[in-house]
């Protein structure tokens, strides 16, 4: 799925927004509005838009992200897929049951930004990113427009834009290589721990 992830995004404007003169109180304001939890539940529908293939790609299923353990996509269709993230290894299977494993490369940084953004977690993604934010104070909605500052991320991905109240509701990916995505999140639930069969997953890659 990851694999996906990094092919996607499409490119949208949020409309009625409006700027703050301070970035820092900006990002401050926006990381205040985020729940923050140890772990977070969403369902996802990420579209891919390339120029190789003229109609776009359209994947959903569900995002995990828990603490300490790690993210894990699991794509429901168009086919049955997994791909679990822990701090030091990738774990892709299409059964849950047979698992290609391999150590953290260079998505790891990637995977860290991704996952303290949709977490809540703003001050490392600080860190790797020049950031545009903007607040309207008025109905809450945000937009944050990140710019990667490193040549290794920069070879991968040109920038992510998300949006979002009291959660990431849209992540939108531009890769270097024009390639798009779209991620929508709904239906976002805080349990307290992960299911067994998602510590299951993780235990998998482990």
Known sequence: MINRLFSFCLSLCLIGVTPIVSQADTLDDIA??????????????AEK???????????RGTLTISE??????????????FAVFTDTRIGFSNDGKQWIVRPQGH????????????????DSFRDQFLLDAQLDSTSG???????????????M????????????ERILITQSNGDTTRIVFENIEHPENPDPCTMRLFEAVR
């Open 141 to 155: 909605r945000w937009s944050l427009i990140a710019t990667p500052k490193h040549d290794r991320v920069q070879s």
């Open 107 to 122: 998505t790891q940084s990637y995977i860290e930004q991704i996952e303290s953004i949709v977490s809540g977690r703003l």
């Open 157 to 168: 991905i040109t920038e992510i834009a998300f949006f979002g109240n009291l959660h990431v």
């Open 49 to 59: 838009k390339t120029a190789s293939i003229p109609v776009p790609l359209i994947s």
């Open 32 to 45: 205040s509005r985020l729940v923050q939890r140890p772990t977070l539940v969403a369902h996802y529908t």
């Open 68 to 81: 300490p353990q790690g993210l894990i996509w699991k794509t429901q269709s168009p086919f049955e897929s």
